[in-house]
């Protein structure tokens, strides 16, 4: 398994890499680096998106999960950046219900490349955000891509 950690705004990150797919982001640094081309790549891309040039990643993704997260984090990932959609509306074109697209966000391995960040409540607030510093977090992610963020009540 492929090791990388960087430098980001939201504080050190860690990409993890198996069989050349990306399989996790984790915030913090990793004890042991091991960098590979696609690592390498991975963490120029989530520069990328931090420094404004990038909207669309493009790299090989494999999370480590049931068939049913794996569907949840594919259409998170069809969220175009700028853009927001509900629990709710992501769970009817899966077939499911709105907290369980909550879990599928929550046990998100790949935060900001899958942007779970993009999915807020059915009134447009910010709800959960497991990365660290939580909605905090959220909260900037989406400001970066010029969505002005509603805190909840």
């Keep these: 398994m492929g090791i990388l950690s960087l430098h980001s705004p939201l504080g050190d990150l860690t990409l993890f890499e198996e069989d050349d797919h ?9 004890d042991r680096q091991q960098p590979s081309a ?11 998106y931090f420094d404004g040039v990038r909207t669309l990643f493009d790299l090989p ?6 068939d049913f997260q794996k569907r949840a984090w594919s259409a998170i990932s069809q969220i175009p950046y ?10 009817h074109k899966i077939g499911t ?7 599928a ?14 999915v807020l409540s059915a009134q447009g607030n910010l709800t959960g955000y ?9 909260a900037a992610l989406i400001r970066l891509e010029g969505i002005a963020p509603q805190l909840p009540l």
């Design 61 to 66: 993704l494999n999370p480590h999960g049931s």
């Design 22 to 30: 990306i399989i996790a982001l984790e915030w913090g640094w990793g």
């Design 97 to 103: 219900k709105a907290r369980a697209m909550g879990n």
């Design 38 to 48: 696609l690592l390498i790549e991975a963490a120029q891309q989530v520069q990328d």
């Design 105 to 118: 966000c929550r046990t998100n391995p790949i935060p900001i490349i899958i942007p779970c960040h993009r």
């Design 82 to 91: 700028g853009t927001t959609q509900s629990y709710g509306d992501l769970a």
């Design 130 to 138: 497991s990365g660290m510093g939580g909605l905090d977090s959220k």
